[in-house]
């Protein structure tokens, strides 16, 4: 998911939009150029003020200390950036910089845009899991931050309804879990115990409820193999997952139509809130910090899951100087920069030694439950160069089941869908 500052303080909530690429083989030449040296890179953060200024910065300081390879950055605005970089490979032009949200990552290194990242062994261990990208045992793509899921809950709430409050070591269980959305929905002052952000679009259905599907114990795809989604996204425990999550709407917990930006929460309606660190800020600001609870995600039996992975970093495979790309991965990886990013726009660093000179998430912060939350229970959606049409399928088939259609036959043809696709694409098979 992306963020920034803005949507920490409530002035617009933001989704990873990522548009379904074309595969096709790596094309020669570059827009790097070796004659002069310099280094282009491109980034989806042109409507980003405070995210962009970060990546000035360290640019300046780079090419102050490297004049022979100065880096030239190229914003684009969100919304048109893959686009740009789809028509930059098919052209041959691709940049030598280039940043990813994370689960599109494998596609653009099957479709031959990528190359395999060159920076030292600290420093890829170093990251937390959910800024790596891997693909096939390989390194593509480093990222400076990630967030977390969470919900948020009014504690006067639970204290007026008597429900006890979990903690991150100790979640909810699907028993506790729908005896709390009971008896918040008894009370008189709010209008439904829950908003799940509903409303959201694009990337936020794969990411927010894909990881309770998997705390079912389902998935959407086999994991060995990223052969098959039979079995995984249509067996037992994925229609246990579906049929629960339609309860909760029918049974009157949750409305199917909550208003966008988590405003039902906001201003009142409801007591519990399914959204992630984007929102903390805001909402403490609106009821005082502590009467904003951050409670980690539900345990459905197999294990408590938030979605992992924001945008990353990545080399093209077209690069004129792939060894001053990776050295400026390498600089912008640093703590200082990473610091930098955390306070601009509130996701917390991918290195934990960034973390203690953070604003949010320094020992005591105010962000800090949810760093703990996203370092526990991230769970990264699938690793195969499909995802994106997964994404789109499970997106379609779970507005359908909250929509009330039969939850086994959606699954069966979600699975039908994304099996052959990846029959189409040969396997998704390198090369």
């Known amino acids: ?166 903690t991150i070591d100790k979640p909810w269980t699907k028993d506790e879990f729908d005896d709390a959305l009971a008896k918040l929905s008894e009370l008189p002052d709010y209008e439904y115990a829950i908003d799940f952000s509903v409303a959201d679009t694009a990337e936020w259905w794969p990411y927010a409820y894909a990881p309770m599907l998997q705390s079912f114990g389902g998935d959407l795809i086999d994991r060995e193999t990223f052969e098959t989604a039979e079995g995984f996204l249509n067996g037992d425990a994925a229609v246990q997952w579906g049929e629960w999550f339609r309860s909760c709407f029918t049974k009157g917990y949750a409305s199917e139509t909550p208003a966008t930006d988590g405003q039902d929460f906001l201003q009142g309606k409801v007591p519990l809130y399914y959204a992630g660190g984007w929102k903390v800020l805001q909402s403490q600001e609106t009821f005082g910090e502590d009467e904003v609870l951050i409670l980690p995600p539900v345990d459905f039996g197999q294990g408590a899951h938030v979605g992992g992975g924001s945008w990353q970093w990545g080399v093209s495979a077209t690069s004129s100087n792939p060894t001053a790309a990776n050295a400026f991965i390498e600089f912008l990886m640093r703590d200082e920069y990473l610091v930098e990013y955390s306070n601009a726009i509130g996701n917390f660093p991918s290195v934990p030694s960034a973390t203690p000179g953070t604003d949010y998430y320094k020992e005591g912060g105010a962000l800090e439950p949810v760093y703990e939350i996203g370092t526990k229970y991230a769970l990264l959606r699938p690793a195969t160069p499909g995802y994106k049409v997964i994404s789109s399928i499970f997106d379609k088939a779970a507005r359908d089941i909250v929509s009330g259609a039969d939850v086994k036959s959606t699954l069966d043809q979600a699975v039908k869908d994304i099996d052959a696709d990846i029959k189409s694409n040969n396997g998704y098979q390198q090369g």
């Not at 360290?58 to 740009?84: G, I, L």
């Not at 490979?89 to 689960?103: E, F, R, Y």
């Not at 990552?105 to 990242?117: C, D, E, I, S």
Request: glycine fraction near 10%; charged fraction near 15%.
């Open 1 to 166: 998911m992306s963020t920034s500052r803005r949507t920490f303080l409530g002035l617009g909530a933001t989704a990873a939009v990522a548009a379904t690429l074309a595969a096709c083989s790596s094309q020669q030449g570059g827009s790097g150029s070796a004659s002069s040296g310099t280094i282009s890179l491109w980034t989806h953060n042109g409507g980003n003020e405070e995210e962009l200024a970060v990546v000035n910065k360290a640019v300046a300081a780079f090419n102050a200390a490297n004049p022979d390879t100065p880096v030239e950055v190229k914003p684009f605005p969100q919304a048109s950036y893959n686009d740009a970089i789809a028509a930059a490979a098919v052209a041959g032009d691709l940049p030598d910089i280039l940043d990813l949200d994370g689960p599109i990552m494998p596609n653009w290194a099957w479709a031959g845009y990528l190359a395999p990242l060159q920076i030292s062994s600290e420093l890829e261990e170093s990251i937390i899991d959910s800024a790596k990208g891997y693909w096939n045992d390989t390194l593509y793509s480093v990222g400076p931050y990630d967030t977390s899921l969470c919900f948020l809950g009014r504690k006067s709430a639970f204290e007026a309804a008597g429900v006890p409050i979990p």
